[in-house]
Nanobody, 116 residues
Framework: QVQLVESGGGLVQAGGSLRLSCAAS????????MGWYRQAPGKQRELVAFITRGGTINYADSVKGRFTISRDNAKNTVTLQMNSLKPEDTAVYYC??????????WGQGTQVTVSS
């Protein structure tokens, strides 16, 4: 199995920045893609960004130009640099690692709160 631990969440004012980190352990060799999802109260969990082992990146339209995802395969980590944060970005952010299309592992989540 794969274990994921997120860190870096917190409270920030609109326009500020946060950097989330996710450390993977366990069966690291099985991981293909890694990404970040978020879930706001009363809403479904949504994809924020993902990055393949080869470096291909996809962002949600709502965060393009503001968030940057990166991955260090050697360190088994993935990060999400979040700039120009908006109150709408408030959510619990979850790290995700994919072994196959349907076999995915989730971190415990880290709270991001953006005040106006």
């Amino acid at each position: 199995q794969v274990q994921l631990v997120e860190s870096g969440g917190g409270l920030v004012q609109a326009g500020g920045s946060l950097r989330l980190s996710c450390a993977a352990s366990g069966s690291i060799f099985r991981i293909s893609d890694m990404g970040w999802y978020r879930q706001a109260p009363g809403k479904q969990r949504e994809l924020v960004a993902f990055i393949t082992r080869g470096g291909t990146i996809n962002y949600a339209d709502s965060v393009k130009g503001r968030f940057t995802i990166s991955r260090d395969n050697a360190k088994n980590t993935v990060t999400l640099q979040m700039n120009s944060l908006k109150p709408e970005d408030t959510a619990v952010y979850y790290c995700n690692a994919a072994v196959t299309t349907t076999q995915r592992y989730w971190g415990q989540g880290t709270q991001v709160t953006v005040s106006s």
